[in-house]
């Protein structure tokens, strides 16, 4: 028999690699995990909206009108708004809900992100197909996007009774001045397409409300622009939200772009009155 056996076991360095590795797998397993739960969310929604589509174009044609939100079918916590014309035989439905990314179906079977035209997106509703959302706080109340340092809207509650019903998020920024920078500067290049969204109301303002880029180059100096569809006036905002979105192209000679929102940026004045806006929601393309 060996007189001196030494005890065997892990070392120090092995038991770290150990827990490490543990580690890695038991995150991976999490993120995978959300992605399911996601993805499975997606499809209910997505089910029930198509569902709802189909019930309401049965009771068009068995009525003549376009049913109560409240005898759509549903299921597992989706809520289910609709606004409908039956001049026109169409409609647009929104289901909303708790862990559920907002989306919303027409008459034609469309499916769109974000609630219908005037209508509310719910409370947990925020944009997530962005490469950056700014002022991302208007959607669920914590600050954290790039935007919140250099805005100068005033945060308020949806529900506030000076904003509009319907709001499609949870919170919503007020901007009386003329300029809002809504995000810091970032990088660009010639010819790359990038994308922006935003819902805004007034109930007062005689002026526009624009989502605009501003862009800056060495050797093209300096650029003001608001795509078309990011323009739009009171006349058709006034106490109904509506959705700005459109695209713009960088030109050549720029490399650095930054957001703003402007009040009266048809025409370049100073007016100021009040304007109500949600998140504005950049994609590059």
Partial sequence: ????????GFTIVELLIVIIVIGILAAITIVAYNGVQQRAKASVLSSTLSSAAKSAQAAYLTTGDYPAASTLPTNQGIRLTISGDKTTQAF????????????NIN???AMGDGPCDGQSGGVSYCPESSVVTINGYYCNGTSGSIATNNSSAVRLDATASEVPANAPAEYVGRQTVR????????SVAAGEVYCVSQWATTVSSAVTHAIGFYITGPSAGQQWNAPNGARIASSAALGVWKKLSGCYTIPSGYDAARLWTQN???NGGTAAPAWYQTSVTLTKQ
């Fill in 264 to 266: 009266d940026g048809a």
């Fill in 179 to 186: 300029d809002d920078f809504l995000g810091d500067t970032f």
């Fill in 1 to 8: 028999m060996p007189r001196n056996k030494q005890s065997e």
């Fill in 107 to 109: 008459q034609s079977g």
């Fill in 92 to 103: 647009c439905i929104t289901g909303s809900g708790s862990g559920y990314v907002t989306r």
